[in-house]
């Protein structure tokens, strides 16, 4: 049987349609014994205590500069679990996909999802598929759950500390900013990328090292704002940062001067916020420089009880503004 | 946009040494007035950089900030508001606008609230979008809500010029642009307002020429600097004006002279003086109707104008703010955002009472956001 070009509801209905999708695309991709086993549930093989998390991506559009939904999909929740200290072991993808949708798009999607759960090791070892009417879904929605072997203990938006360090992993808003050059059709050329990775070997880097960490996250919708106002609150501390230590991409920082946004609010897919004791900071950054993803890793502030549950941005000339947590949708200013 | 750097729209403009010299200088100058400096940014883009980069901080308490009615969000009556959520609930009907007017409460919804409900109501990052949405829309009516001062009316008028060249039929217009001299007029001639010194706005300059303030100094006895929105822009505009001040002098003088020329761009005035005239009424929020304050299209275009087609289904009656939102009393430059009791507390970004506490250019908003930090 030749592959049809275009997904058809037919794929969803359980089928021989069915069938060969699972087999001829996801087993194909993301081949390990447990998926191929293809039992009614995947029997895992855990002898720690387990992370456990879930996420849905719905991107628009689904391939932007830097990556895809599919690459998202396993960045995102692998770095859910990297960032609780857990080695990222398992997976699970569940797609929902429109009628229509060309069965290319959807492989080099699949593709992309191998390609990225190289940068952990984990596997997808279960999974589902539903093709719904044109119009139902926005092309693709995908669901990843995971589950990860605890490392590393203790890590929590609750334990930050007065004279904890913070420290990014690399520049912030990429993820957001790139996002919205693509599906605004802005029209301001450059190679703004997405910032879409994994965090895990940098997790294990850190871990390796032996770095006490007070808190760990990874700046998704909400940005840096978001994180650092959550810590904040959940510890009843004051977050100080020093504002021109915050790395900021030039193209982004253009996007947001001329549209009227926070590139602190914007999302990234492959940044993390740390705490860390002040002991550690110089062990910590040195393990983070050693891997790819995380070598611009910077301080940027510290833990103190000036403003319980507030974050503080001090200027380069002696101001000081709080940094509050994004609301609302992103709209552009008017003039 | 290939040649545009994007560093160059603000690197060089923040420049810490630079803003401490700058500040200090206005700290040294401002010993010598003879009395405390009371200035009005009347743009909402000025009170934003005033609040984000904590500029207050850096000066004297002689100095001190009244922000001004020139928000395009912040001063949309309720009644406009409700007439853009009748339009968008019509069949088959796409509304377009631009930026937070889409959350600014109208008399019982917004634009948000209607968008959830299904309407097909859409946020614009260009006005020229419309005509795109419009060509790939042929069965539906496509209305463009257009809002802003004198800064975004040339886009408005742009679009009316391709739709009418492409003989577009299914684009209509609902114009509520407003103009920056008749609402600062309203405002001196109340005389409440304490003003001895204005921040002229940067963007509307651009388009305006700072020609349009010069009546200001005399009628006034005010100076007015046009500035730039960048910290160093402001700052400096804040020093020219303590120099006027303490030389005895009052006069229109312009900062942002990298954009601004006395008499803009003429250009685009043209294309707006071709479509567009004063309309002899347009009510403002919170501060009442201002004569001449606002344009409508001319009678020519009135196969574009929703507000003329759609007449029938529109509401009339002016519709008042809650009584303890002071909105109007902030836009009038009688109270600061703190200055009302429900500032923070019934009204927040998120459950916004007023506009003024919607809109990223709004004064609330821009305290809410950045805070004072003591």
Same mark, same amino acid.
């Given at each position: 049987?030749?592959?049809?070009?275009?997904?058809?509801?037919?794929?969803?209905? +359980?089928?021989?349609?069915?069938?060969?999708?699972?087999?001829?695309?996801?087993?194909?991709?993301?081949?390990?014994?447990?998926?191929?086993?293809?039992?009614?549930?995947?029997?895992?093989?855990?002898?720690?205590?387990?992370?456990?998390?879930?996420?849905?991506?719905?991107?628009?559009?689904?391939?932007?500069?830097?990556?895809?939904?599919?690459?998202?999909?396993?960045?995102?929740?692998?770095?859910?679990?990297?960032?609780?200290?857990?080695?990222?072991? *398992?997976?699970?993808?569940?797609?929902?996909?429109?009628? +229509?949708?060309?069965?290319?798009?959807?492989?080099?999607?699949?593709?992309?999802?191998?390609?990225?759960?190289?940068?952990?090791?984990?596997?997808?070892?279960?999974?589902?598929?539903?093709?719904?009417?044109?119009?139902?879904?926005?092309?693709?929605?995908?669901?990843?759950?995971?589950?990860?072997?605890?490392?590393?203990?203790?890590?929590?938006?609750?334990?930050?500390?007065?004279?904890?360090?913070?420290?990014?992993?690399?520049?912030?808003?990429?993820?957001?900013?790139?996002?919205?050059?693509?599906?605004?059709?802005? +029209?301001?050329?450059?190679?703004?990328?997405?910032?879409?990775?994994?965090?895990?070997?940098?997790?294990?880097?850190?871990?390796?090292?032996?770095?006490?960490?007070?808190?760990?996250?990874?700046?998704?919708?909400?940005?840096?704002?978001?994180?650092?106002?959550?810590?904040?609150?959940?510890?009843?501390?004051?977050?100080?940062?020093?504002?021109?230590?915050?790395?900021?991409?030039?193209?982004?920082?253009?996007?947001?001067?001329?549209?009227?946004?926070?590139?602190?609010?914007?999302?990234?897919?492959?940044?993390?916020?740390?705490?860390?004791?002040?002991?550690?900071?110089?062990?910590?950054?040195?393990?983070?420089?050693?891997?790819?993803?995380?070598?611009?890793?910077?301080?940027?502030?510290?833990?103190?009880?000036?403003?319980?549950?507030?974050?503080?941005?001090?200027?380069?000339?002696?101001?000081?503004? *709080?940094?509050?947590?994004?609301?609302?949708?992103?709209?552009?200013?008017?003039? | 946009?290939?040649?545009?750097?994007?560093?160059?729209?603000?690197?060089?403009?923040?420049?810490?040494?630079?803003?401490?010299?700058?500040?200090?200088?206005?700290?040294?100058?401002?010993?010598?007035?003879?009395?405390?400096?009371?200035?009005?940014?009347?743009?909402?883009? #000025?009170?934003?950089?005033?609040?984000?980069?904590?500029?207050?901080?850096?000066?004297?308490?002689?100095? @001190?900030?009244?922000?001004?009615?020139?928000?395009?969000?912040?001063?949309?009556?309720?009644?406009?508001?409700?007439?853009?959520?009748?339009?968008?609930?019509?069949?088959?009907?796409?509304?377009?606008?631009?930026?937070?007017?889409?959350?600014?409460?109208?008399?019982?919804?917004?634009?948000?609230?209607?968008?959830?409900?299904?309407? @097909?109501?859409?946020?614009?990052?260009?006005?020229?979008?419309?005509?795109?949405?419009?060509?790939?829309?042929?069965?539906?009516?496509?209305? =463009?809500?257009?809002?802003?001062?004198?800064?975004?009316?040339?886009?408005?008028?742009?679009?009316?010029?391709?739709?009418?060249?492409?003989?577009?039929?299914?684009?209509? =217009?609902?114009?509520?642009?407003?103009?920056?001299?008749?609402?600062? @007029?309203?405002?001196?001639?109340?005389?409440?307002?304490?003003?001895?010194?204005?921040?002229?706005?940067? #963007?509307?300059?651009?388009?305006?020429?700072?020609?349009?303030?010069?009546?200001?100094?005399?009628?006034?006895?005010?100076?007015?600097?046009?500035?730039?929105?960048?910290?160093?822009?402001?700052?400096?505009?804040?020093?020219?004006?303590?120099?006027?001040?303490?030389?005895?002098?009052?006069?229109?003088?312009?900062?942002?002279?990298?954009?601004?020329?006395?008499?803009?761009?003429?250009?685009?005035?043209?294309?707006?003086?071709? =479509?567009?005239?004063?309309?002899?009424?347009?009510?403002?929020?919170?501060?009442?109707?201002?004569?001449?304050?606002?344009?409508?299209?001319?009678?020519?275009?009135?196969?574009?104008?929703?507000?003329?087609?759609?007449?029938?289904?529109?509401?009339?009656?002016?519709?008042?703010?809650?009584?303890?939102?002071?909105?109007?009393?902030?836009?009038?430059?009688?109270?600061?955002?703190?200055?009302?009791?429900?500032?923070?507390?019934?009204?927040?970004?998120?459950?916004?009472?007023?506009?003024?506490?919607?809109?990223?250019?709004?004064?609330?908003?821009?305290?809410?956001?950045?805070?004072?930090?003591?």
């Amino acid at each position: 049987m030749t592959r049809p070009k275009q997904i058809q509801l037919s794929h969803g209905g +359980g089928g021989e349609e069915t069938n060969s999708l699972i087999h001829d695309l996801f087993y194909h991709h993301f081949s390990n014994d447990t998926l191929l086993a293809a039992e009614d549930a995947a029997v895992l093989d855990v002898k720690n205590k387990i992370a456990f998390t879930t996420d849905s991506f719905t991107v628009s559009p689904i391939f932007f500069n830097g990556g895809n939904i599919g690459k998202l999909a396993i960045a995102g929740t692998v770095n859910d679990l990297a960032m609780m200290g857990a080695k990222p072991l *398992y997976l699970s993808a569940s797609f929902i996909i429109e009628e +229509g949708f060309t069965f290319a798009d959807l492989e080099s999607i699949v593709k992309a999802m191998a390609e990225e759960l190289k940068h952990s090791g984990a596997k997808i070892v279960c999974g589902d598929t539903k093709v719904v009417p044109k119009g139902a879904v926005d092309k693709l929605f995908i669901n990843t759950s995971g589950i990860g072997e605890i490392e590393k203990e203790g890590i929590s938006a609750n334990h930050l500390q007065e004279g904890d360090v913070i420290i990014v992993s690399g520049d912030v808003g990429r993820h957001g900013a790139a996002i919205l050059m693509e599906r605004e059709g802005l +029209g301001i050329s450059g190679d703004l990328q997405s910032d879409c990775a994994t965090l895990w070997p940098a997790v294990q880097a850190l871990i390796d090292a032996n770095i006490s960490i007070s808190a760990m996250r990874d700046a998704t919708r909400g940005g840096l704002s978001a994180v650092l106002n959550e810590w904040a609150e959940q510890s009843a501390v004051c977050l100080e940062i020093e504002e021109s230590s915050i790395p900021v991409d030039e193209a982004v920082q253009g996007i947001c001067e001329l549209f009227g946004f926070e590139a602190f609010d914007f999302a990234n897919e492959g940044t993390c916020i740390l705490a860390v004791p002040q002991k550690d900071v110089q062990s910590a950054l040195d393990a983070l420089h050693e891997v790819e993803v995380t070598k611009k890793a910077t301080i940027i502030g510290q833990v103190s009880r000036k403003k319980e549950g507030r974050v503080i941005l001090h200027s380069a000339y002696g101001s000081s503004r *709080y940094l509050d947590l994004p609301k609302g949708e992103l709209l552009p200013r008017i003039c | 946009m290939s040649e545009l750097q994007l560093k160059d729209l603000y690197d060089g403009f923040r420049d810490p040494d630079v803003i401490k010299a700058l500040a200090k200088s206005i700290i040294d100058e401002a010993k010598h007035l003879k009395e405390p400096l009371k200035l009005m940014e009347v743009c909402g883009g #000025h009170t934003h950089t005033i609040m984000k980069y904590g500029l207050k901080q850096l000066l004297p308490d002689r100095i @001190d900030f009244i922000h001004g009615p020139g928000c395009p969000v912040c001063i949309m009556p309720k009644e406009r508001i409700d007439h853009a959520i009748t339009l968008a609930q019509m069949s088959d009907t796409i509304l377009l606008t631009l930026g937070d007017m889409i959350r600014v409460p109208g008399s019982k919804s917004s634009l948000a609230v209607e968008r959830a409900n299904g309407y @097909d109501i859409r946020a614009l990052y260009s006005p020229l979008d419309a005509l795109r949405i419009a060509r790939e829309n042929p069965d539906k009516k496509v209305v =463009f809500f257009a809002i802003g001062f004198e800064t975004t009316t040339p886009m408005t008028a742009a679009l009316l010029e391709l739709v009418e060249k492409q003989g577009i039929t299914n684009l209509y =217009f609902h114009i509520n642009h407003v103009l920056v001299p008749p609402a600062v @007029d309203a405002i001196m001639a109340d005389g409440q307002a304490k003003i001895n010194a204005f921040i002229g706005p940067a #963007h509307v300059s651009v388009i305006s020429g700072a020609k349009i303030y010069q009546p200001l100094p005399e009628k006034y006895s005010t100076p007015v600097v046009v500035s730039g929105f960048e910290p160093i822009d402001v700052l400096q505009s804040i020093l020219m004006i303590v120099r006027q001040k303490n030389e005895a002098r009052c006069e229109m003088e312009i900062q942002y002279s990298r954009s601004v020329t006395l008499e803009g761009n003429t250009k685009a005035q043209e294309m707006i003086e071709k =479509f567009m005239e004063p309309r002899v009424h347009f009510r403002w929020r919170g501060i009442g109707d201002i004569p001449y304050s606002a344009l409508a299209l001319k009678a020519q275009y009135a196969a574009y104008d929703a507000e003329k087609i759609f007449a029938d289904i529109l509401p009339t009656e002016p519709i008042d703010d809650h009584k303890l939102c002071i909105c109007g009393t902030i836009l009038k430059g009688l109270a600061k955002p703190n200055d009302c009791q429900v500032f923070g507390t019934a009204c927040t970004p998120n459950t916004p009472m007023g506009s003024c506490m919607v809109s990223s250019e709004g004064a609330c908003n821009a305290y809410y956001r950045y805070g004072a930090i003591k």
